[in-house]
């Protein structure tokens, strides 16, 4: 029994730690709010979103499942960080690098291997579940960028932001009309959406 109770002890003290790591995107584009959004905070985001989206369009699939695949779904960063389009990191380099963070991370729980075949799953963008939780983790973003945007706490032409709106998708996003941090997030993860998601991503714009 003591072992079981330390197992969860453990595993929730690491998973704690996102509270109180910020994500990485709002730091490189240089937020000015004085709270940023921590990596939780988008965890729980997501979950919210999944929820909302099944009560009005019914998914395609087993929301519980999904649910599960969002709150473990930043789980490597615990370890491995909040890495970014902007970090040169290739998508094969930083699944690998999760997949042993995942790993160390899971590691005395006994539903370990479940948790993880949910994460593979998840990565994959196969499943109807893994498809809808990888739509949801992008418009998190999306709205969260909104909110930002709303609230004037941003100004991706400012000479602090140079670096990052002269990547070639944001450069060609801003040519086409984007005019801020809303714009250019959607664009990004506009090509992985479905009609539903491309529909309210619209409507956030």
Request: charged share 30%.
């Amino acid at each position: 029994m003591n072992e079981k109770v330390n197992n969860v002890i453990k595993f929730y003290n690491l998973a704690a730690t996102l509270k109180d790591k910020i994500r990485s995107g709002w730091k490189l584009w240089h937020i000015a709010k004085e709270r940023l959004e921590s990596v939780a905070e988008h965890i729980y985001g997501t979950c919210i979103l999944a929820i909302a989206i099944d009560s009005e369009f019914k998914i395609n699939g087993d929301l519980n499942k999904v649910l599960k695949m969002l709150v473990l779904h930043e789980l490597e960063e615990i370890i491995i960080g909040d890495i970014t389009p902007y970090d040169n990191i290739s998508k094969e380099e930083k699944l690998a690098k999760g997949k042993l963070a995942v790993s160390e991370i899971l590691d005395n729980l006994v539903k370990k291997e479940e948790y993880e075949k949910l994460l593979d799953e998840f990565n994959e963008h196969k499943t109807n579940e893994s498809i809808f939780a990888y739509e949801c983790d992008k418009l998190e973003a999306d709205l969260q960028a909104k909110i930002y945007d709303d609230g004037n706490y941003v100004d991706i032409f400012s000479l602090e932001n140079e670096k990052l709106i002269n990547t070639e998708w944001n450069k060609e996003a801003i040519n086409h009309g984007a005019k801020n941090l809303t714009d250019l997030f959607i664009n990004y993860d506009s090509q992985n959406y479905d009609e539903i998601f491309t529909n309210i991503a619209n409507s956030v714009k």
